[in-house]
């Protein structure tokens, strides 16, 4: 079974900085099927980035998505105050068939 | 608009059981596979079970499997999941949510959750 692990955890940044977030797999993973999601408070998670680098309908162009293989990244240009949420990245695992999460990464207003 | 509506949580003792659905509109609901995740209180994403448009394929995270059943109704634009033998362990927000495209892979809508809170 596939194992996802984002790092880091929670990551302190402002406004207008630019935030990188890892996702790394436990073994090669099909760029085809590497997400990214946001999650703010009380609300669903929205898809960002499908195909490890493909954004997502309506999704702005300071998200962007990179990797390959066993390590994936998830950038923001600017950070927005929108911007300050929880992300994870999502793999299909076809032997055997299942979808894994990361366990997140929280993006903080320092 | 594309619409998803989870509904059926609650409170129920360990060992009950639960139906969950959810109402899909906006878009041709017998095309798309469909999928319940979970997020238990404060923690991150758990993906629970998935079926494809025509229910010929349905795949169940080992935690549930053999307790949780999914389902599908393309003429009343509905997902289901049954749940049994429940456990402390299984409280947790359950969304439904839309693969994107084909029988697998991202998902692309998510409902806003239904609670389901197992204890005595």
């Known amino acids: 079974e596939i194992v996802l692990t984002q790092s880091p955890g929670t990551l302190s940044l402002s406004p207008g900085e630019r935030a990188t977030l890892s996702c790394r797999a436990s073994?090669?993973?099909?760029?085809?099927?590497l997400a990214w999601y946001q999650q703010k408070p009380g609300q669903a998670p929205r898809l960002l980035i499908y195909?490890?680098?493909s954004r997502a309908t309506g999704i702005p162009d300071r998200f962007s998505g990179s990797g390959s293989g066993t390590d994936f990244t998830l950038t923001i240009s600017r950070l927005e105050p929108e911007d300050f949420a929880v992300y994870y990245c999502q793999q299909y695992g076809s032997s055997p068939q299942r979808y894994t999460f990361g366990q997140g990464t929280k993006l903080e207003i320092k | 608009e594309v619409q998803l509506v989870e509904s059926g949580g609650g409170l129920v003792k360990p060992g009950g059981s639960l139906r969950l659905s959810c109402a899909a509109s906006g878009f041709t609901f017998s095309s798309y596979s469909m999928n319940w995740v979970r997020q238990a209180p404060g923690k991150g994403l758990e993906w629970v079970s998935s079926i494809s448009s025509s229910s010929s394929y349905i795949y169940y995270a080992d935690s549930v499997k053999g307790r949780f059943t999914i389902s599908r109704d393309n003429a009343k634009n509905s997902l289901y999941l049954q749940m049994n033998s429940l456990r402390a362990e299984d409280t947790a927000v359950y969304y439904c949510?839309?693969?994107?495209?084909?029988?697998?892979?991202?998902?692309?809508?998510w409902g806003q959750g239904t609670l389901v809170t197992v204890s005595s």
């Open positions: 195909g490890a680098s």
């Open positions: 073994q090669s993973v099909s760029s085809s099927y």
């Open positions: 949510a839309r693969t994107r495209e084909q029988l697998v892979g991202d998902f692309d809508f």
